[in-house]
């Protein structure tokens, strides 16, 4: 078995590379890639050094306990999105103090329901990508275009990684 994947590898070193130079830490707060996230970043020697850690806020009950969410927020809660992905950063940022914290919510296959006012088969292959930086918040949306939950969890992350590197490689 090869992890993690040839795409991620340099994409992980890269991203390590920089961080551990510059003295600065990850973390993230992972929903539909299910920990592929924090597993990418810890598969290389020496990730000590720069991840701090995460969460997993798969379910809404997650998001509740871990990510400073309360009732209303679980009640009004529509389904990923950018605003969504964003406060998971900054929850998560204000909780471990990491430098960067890159976070992630989406559509990854068919399954139950995702929110009200969600059209969970038109959202398929959809991935919600957040930053909380010292400079402060950034967010983007990807599709894939794929119907395959675990392909789509495993394309999430790698675009999740790439979003982080291009931030990272504009702030030197």
Same mark, same amino acid.
């Given at each position: 078995?090869?992890?993690?994947?040839?795409?991620?590898?340099p994409l992980v070193k890269e991203?390590?590379?920089?961080?551990?130079?510059?003295?600065? *830490?990850?973390?993230?707060?992972?929903?539909?890639?299910?920990?592929?996230?924090?597993?990418?970043?810890?598969?290389?020697?020496?990730?000590?050094?720069?991840?701090?850690?995460?969460?997993?806020?798969?379910?809404?009950?997650?998001?509740?306990?871990?990510?400073?969410?309360?009732?209303?927020?679980?009640?009004? /809660? *529509?389904?990923?999105?950018?605003?969504?992905?964003?406060?998971?950063?900054?929850?998560?940022?204000?909780?471990?103090?990491?430098?960067?914290?890159?976070?992630?919510?989406?559509?990854?296959?068919?399954?139950?329901? /995702?929110?009200?006012?969600?059209?969970?088969?038109?959202?398929?292959?959809?991935?919600?990508?957040?930053?909380?930086?010292?400079?402060?918040?950034?967010?983007?949306v990807k599709r894939t275009g794929?119907?395959?939950?675990?392909?789509?969890?495993?394309?999430?992350?790698?675009?999740?990684?790439?979003?982080?590197?291009?931030?990272?490689?504009s702030t030197k």
């Amino acid at each position: 078995m090869q992890f993690p994947p040839e795409s991620v590898k340099p994409l992980v070193k890269e991203i390590a590379q920089h961080l551990i130079e510059n003295n600065e *830490t990850v973390a993230v707060s992972e929903g539909v890639c299910g920990g592929l996230l924090s597993a990418y970043l810890v598969s290389i020697p020496g990730a000590s050094q720069f991840f701090l850690g995460g969460t997993l806020v798969y379910s809404l009950k997650s998001r509740l306990k871990l990510s400073g969410w309360d009732e209303k927020d679980i009640s009004s /809660y *529509t389904g990923p999105s950018e605003e969504v992905v964003l406060r998971l950063a900054r929850n998560l940022k204000m909780e471990l103090g990491a430098t960067y914290v890159l976070s992630e919510t989406g559509f990854a296959g068919p399954s139950g329901q /995702y929110g009200k006012g969600s059209d969970q088969d038109e959202e398929v292959g959809t991935v919600y990508l957040g930053i909380s930086t010292p400079q402060g918040d950034l967010a983007c949306v990807k599709r894939t275009g794929i119907k395959s939950r675990s392909d789509n969890m495993a394309l999430f992350a790698e675009e999740g990684l790439k979003f982080l590197l291009e931030h990272l490689k504009s702030t030197k």
